[in-house]
């Protein structure tokens, strides 16, 4: 394991071992940065849990519905409950389908229907995010064998479809605006389905 100077874990890139704080910028490259990717080919489910989680795959519930039934916190994307070890995921729906009174999401969320991937922006919503927090949770899910359930949104002001289970697949760094309009560093996650 290597740190940096300031004393931050480095993580593998393509570059060779990198410091998320001093070494990947905000002048990032105009192509996005592949920080991790998985390198083998089979999906490993998670089973530490003693309580099977209360949601059906493909129902519709709302986020209070969730929150409140898991126990976490009622605001952000990512949010964790560490008594069972499970990372849940809100994917709202995209800009283009939320009115001025809404609110905004400033994300760029998608799906990609070819490689059956979820682009989930990290969280952070003002300047550059990092890979600690909520966006390390999902870094280190794997290695704390911890669950990533999966929650996505299709049109705003409705429920969320409960997708399943899901596993980072590669996390790239990419360059999208902030709240404020101004361009900064974003880590993408690309989430992949695990099949039972």
Request: charged content about 25%; overall charge negative; glycine content about 6%.
């Amino acid at each position: 394991m290597e740190f940096c100077e300031c004393e931050t874990k480095k993580i593998k890139t393509q570059e060779g071992y990198l410091c998320p704080k001093c070494d990947i910028t905000e002048q990032v490259k105009e192509e996005d940065i592949i920080i991790w990717e998985r390198n083998q080919e089979e999906l490993v489910l998670n089973s530490n849990s003693q309580i099977s989680f209360p949601f059906e795959k493909n129902e519709f519930y709302s986020k209070k519905e969730v929150w409140q039934e898991l126990n976490l916190s009622n605001q952000g994307g990512i949010r964790f409950n560490k008594d069972e070890n499970w990372l849940v995921i809100f994917m709202d729906a995209p800009e283009l389908y939320r009115k001025q009174s809404q609110g905004s999401n400033i994300y760029h969320d998608t799906y990609d229907e070819t490689t059956g991937l979820y682009q989930y922006t990290g969280a952070g919503q003002t300047g550059p995010q990092t890979l600690d927090r909520e966006n390390g949770w999902l870094v280190n899910a794997e290695q704390n064998n911890t669950q990533i359930h999966f929650f996505r949104q299709f049109h705003v002001d409705q429920k969320h479809q409960y997708v399943g289970q899901v596993q980072v697949e590669k996390i790239i760094s990419s360059t999208q605006p902030d709240n404020t309009g101004k361009n900064r560093r974003v880590y993408i996650f690309y989430l992949k389905p695990i099949i039972k």
